[in-house]
Each structure stands twice: as structure tokens, then as C-alpha cells.
């Protein structure tokens, strides 16, 4: 006699009921700071995908249409990160001043040919005039 209690097929009405979500609350929506700081890598650089271009209010098509061609995407997504924390999120620079440094730190070991080219992309994209000094490149 077995101690184990059976485990359901797969094919049984356990695994196949459908989830009723009506009862639940309305999730808050997420912070976009919040959002934008759990993208980063722990190098320092984010990723240019979808969640990035949610938090930056744009798609993922018009972030990769504006990127400078000579650049790589994740050179790209971290001076349009840095950019957007400068020109929308200064109110709260204590909670991402060490991350953007991080973040400055590895584009600057990229050597990026066209950094200047990106944050002038950068900000026309975002709507921003921000420096390329101001991101501490």
C-alpha cells in the first residue's frame, strides 16, 4: 500500500478547468520607475524589448525604428533608459542616481561610436533635451 496519494492525470478536469479571474481585484498598475529599474541587468545595460518600450510610453517598433543604425540595441535601450530617467524622473534621482552610474559606466566600456548620435536620437524620441553630460557620458 502506497503512502502517496494519486496524482491527477493531465487530462482530467483539474488541469483543464478554466480560471474564473471576475472575483479578483483590479491589478495597480505597475510604476514605470519601478518597472524600468527591474529591467536593468546586472552589467549595467538594459535590453531593447517590449517591456522597456512600454515603460519608455512607446512601442517596440518606433524604439527600434529611431535607433541610430551604427549602434547596438543594447547601447541603444540603456541611453534611451538613462534619458528617460533624467527627463521624467528627476523628482526621484536619489532612488536611481547609483544605477544610472552603472549604467553610464558600461556604455562608456562599449565604445560606442555614435553616443552623441544616440542621445539626439534619444531625445527626440522621448520628447526630452536632455545632455549627453547630464547622463555622465
Keep these: 500500500m502506497s503512502c502517496l496519494s ?10 483543464s478547468a478554466p480560471m474564473n479571474l471576475d472575483h479578483l481585484p483590479p491589478q495597480p498598475r505597475k510604476d514605470p520607475l519601478l518597472q524600468l529599474v527591474s529591467l536593468q ?24 525604428k529611431a535607433k541610430p543604425a551604427s549602434v547596438n540595441s543594447e547601447v541603444w535601450a540603456s541611453i534611451l533608459a538613462l ?5 521624467f524622473k528627476m523628482d526621484a534621482k536619489e532612488e536611481w542616481e547609483l544605477l544610472t552610474l552603472k549604467a553610464a559606466s558600461w556604455i ?13 536620437a ?16
Excluded: F, M
Design 83 to 87: 534619458i528617460w530617467l533624467h527627463g
Design 41 to 64: 541587468k546586472a552589467s549595467g545595460c538594459w535590453l531593447l524589448d517590449a517591456d522597456l518600450a512600454a515603460v519608455l510610453g512607446k512601442t517596440r517598433e518606433e524604439v527600434e
Design 6 to 15: 494519486p496524482v491527477p492525470d493531465a487530462s482530467s478536469s483539474y488541469y
Design 108 to 120: 562608456k566600456a562599449q565604445n560606442a561610436p555614435c553616443v552623441s548620435e544616440c542621445v539626439e
Design 122 to 137: 534619444g531625445n527626440t524620441l522621448l520628447g526630452c533635451s536632455v545632455k549627453k553630460e547630464a547622463l555622465g557620458l
